[in-house]
């Protein structure tokens, strides 16, 4: 198993976790973003840099994944495509999308992006908690033990 970051819009402190895991685990932890991302020197550790453009980072995410690689997006489009290939996909607050539960959450991200477009503000999402940071770091736990 390897794990890909869609690093553009990953937040620092999930990074951090994500970091750790990879040096405690020895797993292969690669971002990928359209602009510089620091990462700390580590022979497990990587950052792909991309162009800019629309839906560049994700496709270099679906195009290096393999079977059973972890993906961290909140990226719902990307999750789908990342569950259609036989990985696994983990939000950044922690919500493990499957194939149970990715259609309604692309019914609801549909419906979200309807009302912004009608002018209905939906004030986005809260700010990173730390239940949301706990949650995240216990299902990736859950995760790496069930690869090793």
């Known amino acids: 198993m390897r794990i890909w970051v869609d690093a553009d819009a990953c937040p620092n402190a999930i990074k951090d976790i ?5 040096e405690r685990s020895g797993i292969s932890l690669t971002l990928i973003a359209n602009h510089e991302v620091k990462v700390p020197p580590s022979r497990h550790i990587r950052f792909l840099r991309v162009a800019s453009g629309f839906d560049v980072a994700d496709n270099e995410i679906v195009k290096r994944l393999i079977v059973g690689d972890l993906v961290i997006t909140s990226d719902i489009p990307l999750a789908a495509e990342i569950i259609e290939n036989q990985g696994r996909a983990l939000s950044p607050r922690g919500e493990l999308f499957t194939s ?43 995760i790496i033990t069930r690869h090793g």
């Open 18 to 22: 994500l970091f750790r895991a990879a």
């Open 100 to 142: 149970d539960n990715i259609k309604a959450r692309l019914t609801m991200r549909d419906l979200m992006e309807s009302l912004r477009a009608s002018g209905i503000d939906s004030s986005g999402q809260a700010p990173l908690s730390h239940s949301d940071r706990k949650l995240f770091a216990d299902q990736l736990d859950r």
